[in-house]
């Protein structure tokens, strides 16, 4: 009985922390791209009515906030090994445990990255993107299954989330549902510690990034008439 409520407890702890990283990726994410577009929307405008290539335009953006997202997350994984040198991840599902939290760190933030290009594609001006930018955030930490339980259309709106796949990728990777009793809690199907299943979380986060993408360029597209 003692050595379920540790496990439990080892669960909570772990799901927890994955949250908490999960969310200083997301933010870190917006935080970089959120103002990019409404800042040169003036000039976009300008060189759209001159045949600007707003897929160009877009991709251009999305590459370099790429490789920024590639070195913010190598930071966040270093501070994440340093910080956890007693109880770091031993063993991850099929490649070693910090290389595949920096993939996840990555896809989070890069992903929270592209959503923060599209919003700043929608909005007008910086004032309203920063305005914007607190109820994105908040929408992807409460309907990340952390913070309570989610149960039918709300469980079905948070698979629109990055949050939600971003926490699975991570507890995956940490094996957090070897940490307790299955036959009296049940165990998370989208947590499983399965190469298929790791790669198919990464693979939903990619997706995401690349649907934003699209979605801003056609965003802009309209830029000529707000």
Request: proline share 1%; aromatic share 12%; charged share 15%.
């Amino acid at each position: 009985m003692r050595m379920t409520i540790c496990s439990m407890l080892n669960y909570v702890d772990t799901k927890n922390g994955s949250f908490a990283l999960v969310s200083a990726c997301i933010w870190i994410g917006i935080f970089n791209s959120i103002r990019t577009v409404c800042r040169e929307r003036d000039i976009v405008r300008r060189e759209f009515r001159t045949g600007l290539n707003l897929r160009s335009y877009v991709v251009a953006h999305w590459l370099y906030e790429g490789c920024l997202c590639a070195v913010e997350a190598l930071v966040v994984t270093v501070i994440t090994r340093i910080m956890s040198l007693d109880h770091f991840i031993e063993e991850g599902v099929f490649l070693p445990p910090v290389v595949e939290m920096y993939v996840t760190f990555f896809l989070v933030t890069f992903s929270a990255d592209a959503l923060g290009l599209l919003v700043s594609s929608i909005v007008s001006s910086e004032n309203t993107a920063m305005t914007v930018m607190p109820f994105v955030l908040i929408v992807q930490l409460v309907m990340s299954g952390a913070i309570f339980e989610l149960d039918g259309a709300l469980k079905a709106l948070s698979s629109v989330t990055i949050s939600r796949w971003g926490l699975a990728a991570i507890c995956a990777s940490a094996h957090a549902n070897d940490m307790f009793d299955s036959y009296l809690y049940g165990r998370v199907e989208e947590q499983a510690s399965t190469t298929g299943n790791l790669l198919g979380l990464w693979l939903i986060l990619l997706v995401f990034a690349v649907i934003y993408a699209v979605f801003a360029v056609v965003a802009l597209s309209f830029v000529d008439e707000r």
